[in-house]
């Protein structure tokens, strides 16, 4: 219990450190940080100038971690991602140079402004938490994440993302425009300096690795777990979607909701956490039927409607 308690002070911490630059997006950056303690990666969807670059740059400073950054354009190459090797004349051998890949918190911008094969360069490295080049396997420094942006509006020049990429993002989250007052405090932050200049660490590599371990411990009753698998297993069987959720759902929503109670200060998850993360873990993975978007229906409709369906095991209606 100490433990758990501990690990809730630091990810207290973290989301009130990020909260200094992204200002009035506490549930955003949770979501952001849940996925980093579930050990998935996160996909930043929304339009230009919202902060979602911002976002991964304050969280890399807030737990102490390496930061890249990967600008996706379309002659982006595989080795200018994970790393090349190059001869070198004077011991006569070969010298690899790592890439970006290699750094604990990588943010890709504009992820879908590359190539389909410079997308695949990263499949290795968020599955397996390794990259090969010329053979050889170089494990990778945890904790690894990759934080991908893309804007959802703009597609003259993109390749959209294939689903086996986008199901290996635990999470898709959005920022969405601030309030008033939100919009006018940041005009006020700004006014001088940029608060990333002024961020500091409030912890360290270690502590999120023990972050992570503490999630594990997170109790998950059975009639939640039941409720996971039904709610994936309702996407394969919905008329209006074509291709459900995978197993691979399955497991990152577990993971996550262990991750999401873990912030709100529980050793246990509750059903709420699997619906409030439902959209999250769910709407990049659903390809609807063409006949539904022909009726011009949401993904986002899709899911409501199935949190509305599927009941909580063992509860009454």
Same mark, same amino acid.
């Given at each position: 219990m100490k433990e758990t308690q501990s690990?809730?002070?630091?990810?207290?911490?973290?989301?009130?450190?990020?909260?200094?630059?992204?200002?009035?997006?506490?549930?955003?950056?949770?979501?952001?940080?849940?996925?980093?303690?579930? !050990?998935?990666?996160?996909?930043?969807?929304?339009?230009?100038?919202?902060?979602?670059?911002?976002?991964?740059?304050?969280?890399?400073?807030?737990?102490?971690?390496?930061?890249?950054?990967?600008?996706?354009?379309?002659?982006?190459?595989?080795?200018?991602?994970?790393?090349v090797s190059i001869y070198n004349q004077s011991t006569g051998e070969f010298q690899f140079r790592p890439g970006p890949v290699m750094a604990q918190v990588v943010l890709v911008d504009e992820i879908n402004r590359a190539t389909p094969k410079t997308q695949s360069a990263l499949?290795?490295?968020?599955?397996?938490?390794?990259?090969?080049?010329?053979?050889?396997?170089?494990?990778?420094?945890?904790?690894?994440?990759?934080?991908?942006? !893309?804007?959802?509006?703009?597609?003259?020049?993109?390749?959209?993302?294939?689903?086996?990429?986008?199901?290996?993002?635990?999470?898709?989250?959005?920022?969405?425009?601030?309030?008033?007052?939100?919009?006018?405090?940041?005009?006020?932050?700004?006014? !001088?300096?940029?608060?990333?200049?002024?961020?500091?660490?409030?912890?360290?590599?270690?502590?999120?690795?023990?972050l992570q371990n503490a999630a594990k411990n997170v109790y998950v009753d059975g009639t939640v777990r039941e409720y996971i698998v039904g709610l994936i297993e309702a996407t394969r069987s919905h008329e209006d979607v074509y291709l459900g959720a995978s197993p691979r759902a399955s497991l990152g929503m577990f993971r996550a909701v262990r991750a999401m109670a873990l912030l709100q200060d529980r050793d246990y998850v509750i059903p709420d956490d699997v619906k409030d993360l439902a959209y999250a873990v769910l709407a990049h993975r659903l390809i609807l039927a063409p006949s539904a978007r022909m009726r011009g229906l949401q993904t986002r409709q899709v899911i409501d409607g199935l949190l509305d369906s599927v009941a909580v095991p063992g509860a009454s209606r």
């Open positions: 690990a809730v002070g630091v990810a207290r911490e973290i989301v009130e450190n990020v909260s200094k630059v992204i200002v009035g997006k506490k549930p955003v950056i949770e979501q952001a940080l849940a996925a980093i303690i579930a !050990q998935g990666h996160l996909l930043i969807e929304d339009v230009p100038g919202v902060g979602k670059t911002m976002l991964a740059k304050s969280i890399s400073v807030s737990i102490g971690c390496s930061f890249k950054r990967i600008q996706f354009t379309p002659d982006l190459l595989p080795s200018d991602i994970v790393g499949l290795e490295a968020m599955e397996e938490l390794q990259v090969t080049v010329d053979g050889v396997t170089r494990p990778l420094e945890k904790p690894f994440v990759v934080m991908a942006t !893309q804007n959802p509006i703009e597609y003259e020049g993109t390749f959209p993302l294939p689903e086996a990429q986008l199901d290996r993002f635990l999470l898709r989250i959005s920022l969405g425009y601030p309030s008033f007052s939100e919009e006018l405090s940041v005009i006020e932050q700004q006014e !001088q300096t940029h608060p990333i200049e002024q961020l500091e660490a409030v912890a360290t590599p270690e502590d999120m690795i023990s």
